[in-house]
C-alpha cells in the first residue's frame, strides 16, 4: 500500500525489556513524526524528522526513549528499560515537506502494552 | 500547547448535519487550519484543510471565519460513521509541531 506502515501493530513487553517500533513513511516524504497517544487522550508530540536530521525531540518523556531515522526514509523509535506508563499507541505519521498547507498521513499505530 | 480550543463533545442525530466549531485566535498568515478526526482503534484520518476561503471536498465543508480566528467543519448528513474524535490543528511549518488539542468527541445517534 502507499499509506504510512507501522510494525509491529501489538505488542506486549515486560517491564524492564528494550522495545522498537518501526515506521515505513510514504516514499519521498521529507517530514516525519512520532507521537504518543495514551488511552482517551489525544496524540501528544514526541518528537520530529527532517530527512535523517531530528530537528526537535523535545516531546520525548525521558532518555528512555530514542528515535532516528539513518537514511532518511524508514525510522525506528526505540524504549528502553520499558515501564507501565510507556503502555500506549505510538504514531507516526509523514508528509511531502514541511509546510502549512500539506497534509499529514498517519500510521495504524503501534499498540505497546508493559506488563 | 495547542492553539486551538474545542468543546468536548457533541452530539448530532442521524442523518443531519453537525457543525464543529473551532477557535484559533493566535493563528498567524500563513497557518492553514486542518482537521482530523480518529476513529476508534485507527490513526487519525485527514478531513479538509484551509487557508482563507471556505473549502468543500467529499468528506466535509470547511466554513473560515474573516479575521480567520475561528472555522466551523460541517458535515452534511451524519452518519454512525462520523462518530469520532475531530481536532483543529494548525499547520506546521519547519520548526514547528503539528500539535493536538483533546478534540470534541462527536456522538451520533441513529
Known amino acids: 500500500g502507499a499509506g504510512v506502515s507501522q510494525s509491529p501493530r501489538y505488542k506486549v513487553a515486560k517491564r524492564g525489556q528494550d522495545v522498537a517500533l518501526r515506521c515505513d513513511p510514504i516514499?519521498?516524504?521529507?517530514?516525519l513524526f512520532w507521537y504518543q497517544q495514551a488511552l482517551g487522550q489525544g496524540p501528544e508530540f514526541l518528537t520530529y524528522?527532517?530527512?535523517?536530521?531530528?530537528?526537535?525531540k523535545s516531546g520525548l518523556p525521558s532518555d528512555r526513549f530514542f528515535a532516528e531515522r539513518p537514511e532518511g526514509s524508514v525510522s525506528t523509535l526505540k524504549i528502553q528499560r520499558t515501564q507501565q506508563e510507556d503502555s500506549a499507541v505510538y504514531l507516526c505519521?509523514?508528509?511531502?515537506?514541511?509546510?502549512?498547507?500539506?497534509?499529514?498521513?498517519f500510521g495504524e499505530g503501534s499498540w505497546l502494552t508493559v506488563v | 500547547d495547542a492553539k486551538t480550543t474545542q468543546p468536548n463533545s457533541m452530539e448530532s442525530n442521524e442523518e443531519e448535519p453537525v457543525h464543529l466549531p473551532c477557535n484559533h485566535s493566535t493563528i498567524s498568515g500563513t497557518d492553514y487550519i486542518h482537521w482530523y478526526r480518529q476513529l476508534p482503534s485507527q490513526g487519525p484520518e485527514y478531513v479538509i484543510h484551509g487557508l482563507t476561503s471556505n473549502v468543500n471536498n467529499r468528506m466535509a465543508s470547511l466554513a473560515i471565519a474573516e479575521d480567520r480566528k475561528s472555522s466551523t467543519l460541517i458535515l452534511h448528513r451524519a452518519t454512525l460513521r462520523d462518530a469520532a474524535v475531530y481536532y483543529c490543528i494548525l499547520g506546521y511549518n519547519y520548526g514547528q509541531n503539528f500539535v493536538f488539542g483533546p478534540g470534541t468527541r462527536l456522538s451520533v445517534l441513529p
Open positions: 524528522f527532517q530527512n535523517e536530521a531530528q530537528l526537535d
Open positions: 505519521a509523514s508528509s511531502l515537506v514541511p509546510y502549512s498547507g500539506n497534509t499529514i498521513y
Open positions: 516514499s519521498g516524504h521529507v517530514s
